[in-house]
């Protein structure tokens, strides 16, 4: 079965942190890279972190230095460490397996906004 469950979400000031966490289920999502995406308001979801089954990690431009993402590996559960937040990080999240599709299955997501 198929399950992808976002959390941590939140309403934060500019400059605060938050730390959204995925709970992924299925075989399609072990070991695989997963990443972190965001949809802002009348804008196309675009991908934000990346990390691989060994750790390594790629990031958008437009967060580099401020988030971090990691997993767990035992725990199937991928993590978004989001420091100095601005208004502009205000978004629906999503996780998901890297290059995933808008016809691939899509969990609900966390809602991070950021008043200025």
């Known amino acids: 079965q198929v399950q992808l469950v976002e959390s941590g979400g939140g309403l934060v000031q500019t400059g605060g942190s938050l730390r959204l966490s995925c709970a992924a289920s299925g075989i399609i999502y072990r070991l695989k890279p997963m990443s972190w995406y965001r949809q802002a308001p009348g804008k196309q979801r675009e991908l934000v972190a990346t990390v691989t089954s060994g750790g390594s990690t790629n990031y958008a431009d437009s967060v580099k230095g401020r988030f971090t993402i990691s997993r767990d590996n035992a725990k199937n559960t991928v993590y978004l460490q989001m420091n100095s937040l601005k208004p502009e990080d205000t978004a629906v999240y999503y996780c998901?397996?890297?290059?995933?599709?808008?016809?691939?299955?899509w969990g609900q997501g966390t809602q991070v906004t950021v008043s200025s």
């Open positions: 998901n397996k890297l290059s995933a599709a808008g016809s691939d299955f």
